[in-house]
């Protein structure tokens, strides 16, 4: 009974615990100053149930090319959209253009949006299936952004969860 009661105690405690993800570890192309800011409509970390409708808002200091990606909470990754011409400043996805809504689905927990931008247009196409883990994702947008020149790429993510 006193184990039961500490692991109760335990889980509440880690229940009220804010997780913190660290974006773009490991990433050759990150962080090279080219995209400005990547969030959710409802900001970084905000919370979606099921079903609801998120966008996300994409601003770039230059124009150039995005590709978006989706790790959904199981590790499978989806391409939202792929070599995109955007101008500088900020877009938000999906456009009226593409003609598409972007609705949360399961599983829930943990999803995370990736913007991969070129200055030039992308010379080879970002294909992802199977399942990721953070190594073999971070490796996959490596080996995409390491023909381009550091000055003409950028790697940026974004969370949001899902219940």
């Known amino acids: 009974m006193h184990k039961l009661a500490l692991f109760g105690a335990l889980a509440l405690g880690l229940s009220s615990c804010t997780v913190t993800v660290g ?3 490991g990433l050759a192309g990150s962080r090279g ?3 400005a800011d990547l969030r959710p409509d409802r900001g970084q970390g905000a919370t979606y149930r099921v079903g609801e409708e998120v966008r996300f808002q994409l601003t770039t200091r230059t124009p150039g090319y995005v ?6 909470p199981g590790g499978v990754a989806s391409t939202l959209v792929q070599g995109v011409y955007v101008q500088a400043g900020t877009t938000v996805f999906p456009r009226p253009q593409d003609g598409v809504t972007y609705n949360v689905a399961a599983p829930r927990g943990l999803q995370r949006v990736r ?3 070129t200055r030039v247009r992308p010379t080879t196409e970002l ?3 199977g399942v990721y883990t953070d190594g073999r994702w971070n490796t996959a947008t490596t080996t995409y952004v390491q023909p381009y020149a550091a000055a003409d790429r950028d790697v940026q993510e974004t969370y949001l969860y899902i219940r």
């Not at 590709?67 to 959904?72: F, N």
């Open 23 to 25: 974006s773009n570890l």
């Open 67 to 72: 590709t978006l990606v989706a790790l959904q």
């Open 115 to 117: 913007a991969i931008f």
């Open 33 to 35: 100053n080219l995209i």
């Open 127 to 129: 294909v992802f299936s």
